[in-house]
């Protein structure tokens, strides 16, 4: 499985942007699909997850009211909704696939997912 990001940008604090994230290759169902991002000098965290059977995802705190994950399994592919960008957003963004049960006990854990896509970048100005 292959997962190519894309949608990141250059763009102001208040602004809007739509990544989406494109399976390919022996695609199947994953249970879980998440979001992380990774600051200069800063760990990769948690952004937001959805599962394959419910609508409704899972969001850090940071991303709750401003960010939407929603995904298309007849197209493979996941989407987060970014809106009222914030400085503090500035990041390479990386989306995920989770094979195992983990990746829906345990969202927010980079281990519990199993395939990684690039990157892409997001950097946000004041």
């Known amino acids: 499985v292959q997962l190519q990001a894309s949608g990141g940008g250059l763009v102001q604090a208040g602004d809007s942007l739509r990544l989406s994230c494109a399976a390919s290759?022996?695609?199947?169902?994953?249970?879980?699909m998440g979001w992380f991002r990774q600051a200069p000098g800063r760990e990769r965290e948690f952004v937001a997850s959805?599962?394959?059977?419910?609508?409704?995802?899972y969001y850090a705190d940071s991303a709750k009211g401003r960010f939407t994950i929603s995904r298309d399994n007849a197209m493979h592919t996941m989407y987060l909704q970014m809106d009222n960008l914030k400085p503090e957003d500035t990041a390479v963004y990386y989306c995920?696939?989770?094979?195992?049960?983990?990746?829906?006990?345990?969202?927010?854990?980079?281990?519990?997912?199993?395939?990684w896509g690039q990157g892409t970048l997001v950097t946000v100005s004041s």
């Open positions: 995920a696939h989770g094979l195992r049960s983990d990746s829906i006990a345990y969202p927010r854990d980079l281990a519990s997912y199993d395939y």
């Open positions: 290759g022996r695609t199947f169902p994953s249970p879980a």
């Open positions: 959805i599962t394959r059977r419910r609508d409704t995802g």
